[in-house]
């Protein structure tokens, strides 16, 4: 492949550029009592059709008009609804509050945890607002919209529009963007999340990209000539995740 500009006329090869996991997600395992549980989908209403009609299950299928006895062949299963079970490896039902979870170390050692809350507060600290330069190398999975509540009327609070204004004013003319960690709860995944102002056709706004991996060059050149490169500042190190190993309460 060549690799043409109003300067240069270069061939050049491609690979596809490779992920860095930055946030890993341990191998979680669920007890209850001494026995492993699983989490299974189980079906909670279903029909079958022949020809496009529903026709009756009773380990023969038949059709319920002729009585006329089916082939299995010529049935087409439709799940209508489902929903998750917590079950032992004994094929017993185990509700949610009875399990206990365990993160299984790279040793083999199993420590207790307890699943991440629901992040509920955003908060920044003024060293984790960095250059935006810095966020380019991370895959977003999401992105998602910040605005102030709104009222019945659906206005927002003067009060907190300025402030978000302000902020926002703020982080543009440094070009920063806030760096802090999100969890949606109920589980052990969690993110890093990107919050940074955006201001288009007069008007200004708040958006969060959430990451958990970021672009791992392979192909970096050494710079052929003497020459200054001014790199913009980097965050050396990302604000620390939660621990992904919680000690657990007491139940």
């Given at each position: 492949?060549?690799?043409?500009?109003?300067?240069?006329?270069?061939?050049?090869?491609?690979?596809?550029?490779?992920?860095?996991l930055?946030?890993?997600?341990?191998?979680?395992?669920?007890?209850a009592?001494?026995?492993d549980v699983s989490?299974?989908?189980?079906?909670?209403?279903?029909?079958?059709?022949?020809?496009?009609?529903e026709?009756?299950?009773?380990?023969?299928f038949?059709?319920p008009?002729?009585?006329?006895?089916?082939k299995?062949?010529?049935?087409l299963?439709?799940?209508?609804?489902?929903?998750?079970?917590?079950?032992?490896?004994?094929?017993?039902?185990?509700?949610?509050?009875?399990?206990?979870?365990?993160?299984?170390?790279?040793d083999?050692?199993?420590?207790?945890?307890?699943p991440?809350?629901?992040?509920?507060?955003i908060?920044?600290?003024?060293?984790?607002?960095v250059?935006?330069a810095?966020?380019?190398?991370?895959?977003?999975?999401s992105?998602?919209?910040?605005?102030p509540?709104m009222?019945?009327?659906?206005?927002?609070s003067?009060?907190?529009?300025?402030?978000?204004?302000?902020?926002?004013?703020l982080?543009?003319?440094?070009?920063?963007v806030?760096?802090?960690?999100?969890?949606?709860?109920?589980?052990?995944?969690?993110?890093?999340?990107?919050?940074?102002?955006?201001?288009?056709?007069?008007?200004?706004?708040w958006?969060?990209?959430?990451?958990?991996?970021?672009?791992?060059y392979?192909?970096?050149?050494?710079?052929?000539?003497?020459?200054?490169?001014?790199?913009?500042?980097t965050?050396?190190?990302l604000?620390?995740?939660q621990?992904l190993v919680?000690v657990?309460?007491s139940?």
């Amino acid at each position: 492949m060549r690799f043409r500009t109003p300067n240069i006329d270069v061939e050049v090869g491609y690979k596809k550029a490779e992920n860095k996991l930055m946030v890993p997600t341990p191998k979680i395992v669920m007890r209850a009592g001494d026995i492993d549980v699983s989490q299974e989908r189980v079906v909670e209403d279903k029909k079958f059709l022949r020809k496009g009609k529903e026709v009756e299950a009773d380990v023969k299928f038949r059709d319920p008009e002729t009585g006329e006895e089916i082939k299995s062949s010529e049935v087409l299963e439709i799940l209508l609804r489902y929903r998750y079970m917590y079950l032992n490896q004994n094929g017993e039902k185990v509700e949610p509050q009875d399990i206990r979870y365990y993160a299984l170390q790279p040793d083999g050692a199993e420590n207790e945890v307890e699943p991440f809350t629901r992040t509920t507060i955003i908060e920044i600290p003024e060293e984790n607002w960095v250059p935006a330069a810095n966020i380019n190398e991370f895959l977003y999975t999401s992105v998602y919209e910040l605005f102030p509540k709104m009222s019945k009327g659906q206005v927002a609070s003067k009060k907190d529009l300025v402030a978000l204004w302000k902020e926002a004013e703020l982080r543009w003319k440094r070009d920063q963007v806030g760096i802090t960690t999100f969890s949606w709860g109920n589980g052990f995944l969690q993110y890093y999340a990107f919050v940074s102002p955006v201001l288009k056709e007069g008007k200004f706004g708040w958006i969060m990209k959430l990451s958990n991996t970021q672009v791992e060059y392979n192909y970096l050149q050494d710079i052929p000539e003497k020459v200054e490169v001014k790199e913009v500042p980097t965050l050396k190190t990302l604000p620390p995740v939660q621990a992904l190993v919680a000690v657990a309460t007491s139940k």
